[in-house]
């Protein structure tokens, strides 16, 4: 399994294409505690517009919940959404000369994402490829090294537990949805 240490540490290593003018100007860090609220709730307000279950194109017809939560539907994800955090790594693209200032995250375990986000201002940029290329999922490897079985059908492919029209946007990685991962 990757480590945050790993994930944020100095060798980046060779970097996605569209991501090489981010890495000069992006601090990757683990994620602090003050940053739990924005996660969730920039993750539940994403994650709510587009129905779970719908099986078209990711991330359609979005729907309308009325702002500010209050509905079952928000209680029980938000619910969810605490218990993937508490058991996934997160990583945070912040600015470099004030780390509280964060352009995006990612949610992932060592073999799914859950979510990654970007500010809308900053989409469009490189930031989300640059944050997907430091998980390390989708990568094609030898062998696990922490002993877990490997998953043969899902080599150079990525498992995710939510869906969004932002996934459209890696052309280069495709992805098996798998909503069951919530629970896991």
């Known amino acids: ?9 100095t060798d980046q290593g060779e970097p996605a294409s569209d991501s090489e003018s981010v890495e000069g100007s992006v601090w990757i860090r683990s994620e602090k505690p003050g940053d739990r609220n924005l996660i969730l709730s920039s993750w539940l307000r994403s994650a709510l517009q587009f129905p779970i279950w719908h099986e078209g194109r990711i991330g359609s017809p979005s729907i ?3 702002p500010g939560g209050g509905t079952p539907l928000h209680s ?7 218990k993937i955090l508490d058991h ?10 004030e780390e509280d200032h964060v352009f995006g995250y990612c949610v992932f375990e060592k073999d799914c994402l859950h979510w990654i986000y970007v500010k809308k201002d900053l989409r469009r940029m490189g930031l989300g490829s640059y944050l997907m290329a430091r998980t390390g999922l989708g990568e094609v490897a030898e062998d696990q090294r922490d002993g877990s079985p490997r998953l043969r059908y899902m080599e150079g492919e990525i498992e995710v537990s939510h869906r969004t029209p932002a996934l459209n946007h890696f052309k280069d990685r495709k992805f098996i949805w798998n909503p069951y991962r919530m629970w896991v």
């Open 64 to 66: 309308n919940l009325p």
């Open 76 to 82: 029980t994800h938000q619910s969810i959404l605490k």
């Open 1 to 9: 399994m990757i480590t945050a240490d790993q994930a944020t540490a």
């Open 88 to 97: 996934s790594l997160v990583l945070v693209a912040s600015d470099p000369e």
